[in-house]
């Protein structure tokens, strides 16, 4: 449901043309995080689908750990950092996936109970294969993936063709 707060909220979001590199337009997501009120909806609205049905948030590298924080906190969970590969002090599980251009690796710890509950939270979804990354990462070491959550969908891209079922905030 869209209230005042939300679509505030989605006027904070900008849009870069050509970064990090030509032909992307780049989502900023950074003057809505510096924004109280905005910050504090959107991590409503991400929680609101999952309430009740998951003890821990897995945030993505690097802008899914901000958000992974506010809805730990409001939801009264802990969370996890899901980290580009060789970051993680004791990595536990890698999961490999391809980008447009080559391939990425990402790497989680085993911190948490086994069959713990997981919601991955990440700030946008693209072509999808970070996200489906990460529930294998998730699914890999035990945990159970209860669902994804992201602030801003690419609609246009068809993530959710690679990820499956996923909740977003908004869509661009
Ligand atoms: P993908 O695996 O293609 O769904 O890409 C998702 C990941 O890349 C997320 O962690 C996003 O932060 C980042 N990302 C991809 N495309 C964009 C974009 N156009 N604007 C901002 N972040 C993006």
Known sequence: MTTPALARAEQLIATIPDFPQPGISFKDVS???ADADALR????AMIDPFRGSFDVVAGIE??????AGAIAVAA???????RKAGKLPRPAAQVTYDLEYGSASIEMQQDLPEGSRVLLVDDVLATGGTLAASRKLVTELGYDPVGLVVLLELVALDGRSICGPVESVFAG
């Open 41 to 44: 909806a959107v991590t409503e």
């Open 62 to 67: 690097a802008r899914g750990f901000s958000l």
């Open 31 to 33: 003057p809505l995080l």
């Open 76 to 82: 009264g969970t802990g969370l996890v950092p899901i």
